[in-house]
Antibody
Framework: QVQLQESGPGLVKPSETLSLTCTVSGGSINDYYWSWIRQPPGRELEWIGYIHYSGSTNYNPSLKSRVTISVDTSRNQFSLKLNSVTAADTAIYYC????????????WGQGTLVTVSS | QTVVTQEPSLTVSPGGTVTLTCASSTGAVTSDYYPNWFQQRPGQAPRPLIYSTNKKHSWAPARFSGSLLGGKAALTLSGVQPEDEADYYCLLYYGGAQLVFGKGTKLTVL
């Protein structure tokens, strides 16, 4: 059974870069689509973007200018970088695995809370 | 900006049937939007239930079903159980550029 685990700083200062890593265990990162999804406290889910194991990416247009998702197949990990963060980026960040561009989140990590504050 | 609309809240009695819907600001939802449905209990990560309109994940109980209804995606729960009380989110696919979640429906079993 595939498992995903998010890791990274829980506190980021405004204007800095949020960096998270998702480690995949119980399966290879090869094949599949790997997504980042976030949820501000008490609010709805927001799709951030995904990367295919081949390296092709697709980002939410509203975040595209600030987001980079990358994959490290040798470590079975993929990562999220979101720059120029503000308090509005405070959220639980989830990583997920999917089978296609339209089915992006069949397996989820437990999520990690990232707070943007000075 | 594309908006996906769900009922903010619904209430159903145990053993009853309830249908949650998911509408798109761009027009009628069709199978080309590949609707996904997720259940989220408090403090937990979302759990996928349905993909591609009506395909059920192996772990989803039989009482959950997906469909298209009146230009919307729909999730029907038949024989509702107390443990079905949760938030439910739909996710729509807009071609190669975008995926958008609905704002969610809070389902109360009372």
């Amino acid at each position: 059974q595939v498992q995903l685990q998010e890791s990274g700083p829980g506190l980021v200062k405004p204007s800095e870069t949020l960096s998270l890593t998702c480690t995949v265990s119980g399966g290879s990162i090869n094949d599949y689509y790997w997504s980042w999804i976030r949820q501000p406290p008490g609010r709805e889910l927001e799709w951030i973007g995904y990367i295919h194991y081949s390296g092709s990416t697709n980002y939410n247009p509203s975040l595209k200018s600030r987001v980079t998702i990358s994959v490290d197949t040798s470590r079975n990990q993929f990562s999220l970088k979101l720059n120029s963060v503000t308090a509005a980026d405070t959220a639980i960040y989830y990583c997920a695995r999917g089978y296609s561009g339209s089915r992006v989140a069949d397996y989820w990590g437990q999520g990690t809370l990232v707070t943007v504050s000075s | 900006q594309t908006v996906v609309t769900q009922e903010p809240s619904l209430t159903v009695s145990p053993g009853g049937t309830v249908t949650l819907t998911c509408a798109s600001s761009t027009g009628a939802v069709t199978s080309d939007y590949y609707p996904n449905w997720f259940q989220q209990r408090p403090g937990q990560a979302p759990r996928p239930l349905i993909y591609s309109t009506n395909k059920k994940h192996s772990w989803a109980p039989a009482r959950f079903s997906g469909s298209l209804l009146g230009g919307k995606a729909a999730l029907t729960l038949s024989g509702v159980q107390p443990e079905d009380e949760a938030d439910y989110y739909c996710l729509l696919y807009y071609g190669g550029a975008q995926l958008v979640f609905g704002k969610g429906t809070k389902l109360t079993v009372l």
